[in-house]
């Protein structure tokens, strides 16, 4: 029988099958034991699976997964458990979308350009939405219209919302429609109320941390998968601060800012990082103003950060 898993506490999955039977499943033994999987979880919110029902008794709803179905993508985070072993956040999925907000509080475009990597990395499309509309004076709008120049011209969309006055959700709700979408952002930018909004009677908790919380080491890590009321599913993620450039080396990392694909096979050496090296077409363009600086420090700053012993 085949389901998909919506909630994971690290030894429970909650799959839902096809005709939209929910049963708690556990992961048969051999997958622990699988060395072609690497990661510190083998299942992850978003899979596919195959169940076999407990019929010893069927009102308890409990199944078995025997086998998981070949994944479209995934993305990934560094595991507690390891730097060099990482974690599935979600698998399958549509797009990303990040919430983030000008103040209260203030979304830097470190964590923007971050995410957007990451989500570049696994080949997820990526929607950039700024929350809190409703509290921002002409400074912030001002940052916003600077945000939203930058990352539209890119080829990033971008939204501005007010969860609180219902502003744009309707947007929102268009853009998430017959999707599978990762909904990430730091705690305080209005995440769950937002989720509250898209998926009635939901009544996440609107604090710091939201949504269910497990039992185990680092539970905000796990994922939650919400049905969306016009198609498609939402996927929460309490943990997206642990998110963590993975398996993405030194020389990889340009590829995944978009506007310095054109230039990469310009530069005078074919492993050229963009820092130092004479004849780079990426510093040139960055010089002329045809890739914005912020991004290039972005890139520089992240590019510090990828240690070589991981590979």
Sequence with gaps: ?????????????VVKTTTGETFQARMKGI???NEDITSTNPIAVGDVVEIVPDESDASAKNAMIT???????????SSPHGRNKKHIIAANLDQAMLIGTIRE??????????????????????VL??????????????????MEA???????????ISATEQEGIDEIRAILKGKTTLMSGHSGVGKSSLINDLVPGLDLRTTAVSGWSGKGLHTTTFAEMYDLPDGGCLIDTPGVRE???????KAELSHYFLEMQPYLSQCQFNNCLHINEPG???KEAVEAGEIDPDRYVSYATILETIGEEQY
């Design 243 to 249: 998110f963590g450039i993975v398996d993405i080396d």
């Design 105 to 126: 509080p203030r979304t830097s475009q470190g964590f923007i350009d971050r995410f957007l990597v990451t989500a570049a990395a696994y080949h997820i499309p990526a």
């Design 1 to 13: 029988m085949q389901a998909t898993v919506y909630k994971s506490t690290g030894s429970w999955y």
């Design 67 to 77: 086998e998981i179905g070949e994944r479209r993508n995934y993305i990934v985070r």
């Design 150 to 160: 930058l990352y539209t011209d890119i080829g990033y969309p971008v939204k501005l």
């Design 280 to 282: 780079c077409a990426v």
């Design 31 to 33: 997958f622990k034991k």
């Design 129 to 146: 939405v700024f929350n809190k509309k409703d509290i921002y004076r002409a400074k912030e709008m001002e940052v916003f219209e600077a």
